[in-house]
T-cell receptor, first 113, second 113 residues
Framework: DAGITQSPRHKVTETGTPVTLRCHQT?????MYWYRQDPGHGLRLIHY???????DKGEVSDGYSVSRSKTEDFLLTLESATSSQTSVYFC????????????FGPGTRLTVT | RKEVEQDPGPFNVPEGATVAFNCTYS??????FFWYRQDCRKEPKLLMS???SGNEDGRFTAQLNRASQYISLLIRDSKLSDSATYLC??????????????FGKGTKLSVKP
């Protein structure tokens, strides 16, 4: 299994609070991604990174920001959490680029009350 | 037309059966195709990439039909452990970059004794 961890694995927070999710990889892969998965939807890309300090928006980026200060870490921040951001968040990595195989972390279940 | 479409199932089959899933995609310029499996409350895991000539991995066979814009996954001699949701994944490139992976909503397979 790819060396990807996510923290926290579960979180319950209140509407309006900031939340930061962390993805850590030990594979030294250049590309990292944040997805959310909701019932009735496929995995949807939030943001991705193609290198340290290089990030770009995905399909559902509103309300989210990201940062990547080291190759191994990719942070997802919800500046002011809303109930619509209740979801399962997956981090993924890929070695060669966006169109290539991606490997996923175990996910974070976030509930916003 | 949705970018990546799959029959949601569920497909309920007995052990030992052969089952096939199809997936259609909308972007004729797509270059990368994958099947992932996802167990309940777990992360997606890469099952296999799909190559133009078709490819096989043990009991699993994947095929690509570019003319009709669909990919298929055939599972022979189904095992109880094959029970999962199978995700069709295609890269969608609207020009200028590699394009991102788009995940179908998944087809649920349940293999019964």
């Amino acid at each position: 299994d790819a060396g990807i961890t996510q923290s926290p694995r579960h979180k319950v927070t209140e509407t309006g609070t900031p939340v930061t999710l962390r993805c850590h990889q030990t594979e030294n892969h250049r590309y990292m991604y944040w997805y959310r998965q909701d019932p009735g939807h496929g995995l949807r890309l939030i943001h991705y990174s193609y290198g340290v300090k290089d990030t770009d928006k995905g399909e559902v980026s509103d309300g989210y920001s990201v940062s990547r200060s080291k190759t191994e870490d990719f942070l997802l921040t919800l500046e002011s959490a809303t109930s619509s951001q209740t979801s399962v968040y997956f981090c993924a990595i890929s070695e060669f680029g966006q169109a290539y195989e991606q490997y996923f972390g175990p996910g974070t279940r976030l509930t916003v009350t | 037309r949705k970018e990546v479409e799959q029959d949601p199932g569920p497909f309920n089959v007995p052990e030992g059966a052969t089952v096939a899933f199809n997936c259609t995609y909308s972007n004729s310029a797509s270059q990368s195709f994958f099947w992932y499996r996802q167990d309940c409350r777990k992360e997606p895991k890469l099952l296999m990439s799909v190559y133009s000539s078709g490819n096989e991995d043990g009991r699993f066979t994947a095929q690509l039909n570019r003319a009709s814009q669909y990919i298929s996954l055939l599972i022979r001699d189904s095992k109880l452990s094959d029970s999962a949701t199978y995700l069709c994944v295609v890269n969608i490139n609207y020009g200028g970059s590699q394009g991102n992976l788009i995940f179908g909503k998944g087809t649920k397979l349940s293999v019964k004794p």
